[in-house]
């Protein structure tokens, strides 16, 4: 569940849980005002549907509410359904306070509260909206209300007046006043604080996906070491085979290709051995790799050095590639692309190009990988990104260059975006800082 949706439950469970105690509070306190203080109310008719709203609001809230959260998380109350709870509530609210003297009532006060759960659960411009419609609903409050004795307190409305008085006037200012500064100053308030929350939620992110990272590197390291001996050894007997053959040469038939076989062996040998060294080596050191001014050509250039198949990536650098500097860590970001390259060559097993273009935009570079393979669908599009998650066949890979690639990235402010339609290959887009 993502921050917002979270944020969303607790606050409709705490607004659900909170109308539920107005409505008892409500209740009450006509209870109250009628049987001890034997107050006569003219519209108890109004008083009625105030609070019968309000109820079957919150049946309907909790109804819906429930039945949205156990379809998917996303589905949870948004700024739209709680404005128009909060937006009842201050409906409802005028209502009361119409049947029971209006600004001469005590509870008018309650207006502050509504005003202050809109600029606490809802965003800036519907808690605006609602501190408008509040000063309006107070503003009609003071045209007309119904009048009682007992709580006079010499605020008659404009409409039995006949006129606007300044008293009037200044109580409608000095509600709008304080009810603009309530608002100004929550959303402020709140907006600051959802930011600092998104910056420590971030920051965690950051940090397991390191922990990933490091725990991979050193199950990488721990497989080159466990994995040097045997290769070792395989090599070591490779080449006494190849030497024998080469002092005494056999003479069956197929004895040719059997020496072009053993030589093969050497040489893919010996590019396992020099991939173990650079996964021993570097390691973890990914991580907290040093960052380093490389232009664009030397970069582009190690990331396509040692790869199998290089011939058959096609790149088109700018023109001034070799004096466009650029501050990455060097041995990271390479391997990361170079993963993003092998990839579209392993899509491709009709031998056909990878084109590698190389672009500046906006103060960002640009690669764009592109291979002529049978492209992806969107199911396998939205999961490209998941560890361990691969197409290719068993012992073609382990589904964790984009994964890794991604985490490299975004350790430079960086992200890679894949597109594709069925037919028609697939373009990996990599955007880091220029």
């Not at 003297?101 to 609602?130: D, E, I, Q, T």
């Not at 190389?358 to 669908?377: F, K, S, W, Y």
């Not at 073609?396 to 402010?413: D, H, Q």
Request: proline share 4%; glycine share 8%; hydrophobic share 45%.
């Amino acid at each position: 569940m993502d921050a917002i949706s979270e944020r969303y439950l607790i606050n409709s469970t705490w607004l659900i849980k909170l109308r539920w105690v107005a409505v008892i509070g409500q209740v009450l306190t006509i209870l109250v005002t009628i049987l001890f203080f034997r107050i006569q109310l003219p519209a108890v008719w109004a008083l009625a549907i105030a609070i019968s709203v309000t109820v079957g609001s919150n049946l309907a809230l909790m109804y819906w509410f429930s039945n949205k959260a156990q379809l998917t998380d996303r589905n949870v109350p948004s700024n739209r359904v709680l404005g128009f709870v909060l937006l009842v509530d201050l409906f409802s609210l005028t209502t009361l306070l119409f049947a029971t003297g209006g600004p001469n009532n005590p509870f008018s006060l309650f207006f502050f509260v509504n005003v202050s759960l809109s600029a606490l659960l809802l965003n800036r411009n519907w808690a605006w909206g609602l501190n408008v419609m509040s000063v309006l609903c107070f503003a009609g409050l003071l045209f007309d209300h119904y009048h009682i004795d007992e709580l006079n307190m010499g605020l008659d409305s404009i409409r039995s007046r006949g006129d606007v008085s300044l008293q009037h006037m200044g109580l409608l200012v000095a509600f709008a006043t304080c009810t603009s500064v309530i608002v100004y100053f929550m959303t402020r308030l709140t907006d600051e604080l959802r930011q600092q929350q998104n910056a420590v939620r971030q920051a965690e992110e950051s940090k397991a996906r390191f922990q990933k990272i490091e725990a991979l590197g050193t199950l990488a390291a721990g497989a080159a070491h466990e994995l040097a001996t045997p290769l070792s050894t395989i090599a070591i007997v490779a080449k006494d085979v190849e030497k024998a053959f080469e002092k005494h040469p056999p003479n069956f038939p197929g004895a040719d290709d059997v020496i072009e076989d053993v030589s093969l062996i050497r040489s893919q040998l010996d590019r396992c051995r020099g991939i173990l060294d650079r996964m021993s080596s570097h390691a973890g050191e990914s991580i907290g790799e040093q960052m380093q001014s490389v232009s664009m050509e030397e970069l582009i250039d190690c990331c396509l050095e040692g790869l199998l198949g290089r011939e058959r990536v096609q790149v088109s650098l700018p023109a001034d590639a070799d004096s466009w500097i650029v501050e990455v860590p060097l041995d990271a970001l390479s391997q990361a692309i170079r993963g993003l390259v092998k990839n579209g060559l392993d899509a491709d097993e009709s031998g056909r190009a990878v084109r590698v273009q190389v672009l500046r935009l906006d103060g960002q570079v640009q690669i764009e990988i592109t291979d002529q393979g049978p492209g992806m669908p969107e199911e396998i599009l939205q999961r490209v990104s998941e560890p361990f998650f691969t197409t290719k066949p068993p012992g073609k890979g382990m589904g964790l260059g984009v994964y890794l690639a991604i985490n490299v990235l975004r350790s430079v402010e960086g992200d890679v975006v894949y597109r594709s339609t069925p037919g028609s290959g697939a373009t990996a887009t990599v955007l880091f800082r220029g």
